[in-house]
Nanobody, 125 residues
Framework: QVQLVESGGGLVQAGGSLRLSCAAS????????MGWFRQAPGKEREFVAA????????PYADSVKGRFTISRDNAKNTVYLQMNSLKPEDTAVYYC??????????????????WGQGTQVTVSS
């Protein structure tokens, strides 16, 4: 069993930055890939970014590529999402997720085994 807790969300103006954190407990953190997803009101939950167990693979959604950076610190059992140049369309609840089966971090939400409760990010224009 893995418990995931996100933090770092908030209200920011367009063009600003936020750093989300996701702290994990339970199974050995370094044995699973991690992902960030987001869900805006009335929309499906969508892939944002993911990172492999050792951090060498980091796929991104096209909509955030070049603005967001995912990273992880296995010693601290934490994954991060640095979000720069934020836009109003980035407004959503952001979720972290863990997948313990795959070497290549998946983009599909159905392949993740554990989820956090989410943190709200609101970007004002």
């Amino acid at each position: 069993q893995v418990q995931l807790v996100e933090s770092g969300g908030g209200l920011v103006q367009a063009g600003g930055s936020l750093r989300l954190s996701c702290a994990a407990s339970g199974r050995t953190f370094s044995t699973y890939a991690m992902g960030w997803f987001r869900q805006a009101p009335g929309k499906e939950r969508e892939f944002v970014a993911a990172i492999s167990r050792g951090g060498g693979l980091t796929p991104y959604a096209d909509s955030v590529k070049g603005r967001f950076t995912i990273s992880r610190d296995n010693a601290k059992n934490t994954v991060y999402l640095q979000m720069n140049s934020l836009k109003p369309e980035d407004t959503a609840v952001y979720y972290c997720a863990a997948d313990y089966q795959r070497v290549i971090p998946p983009r599909n939400k159905i392949e993740y085994d554990y989820w956090g409760q989410g943190t709200q990010v609101t970007v004002s224009s």
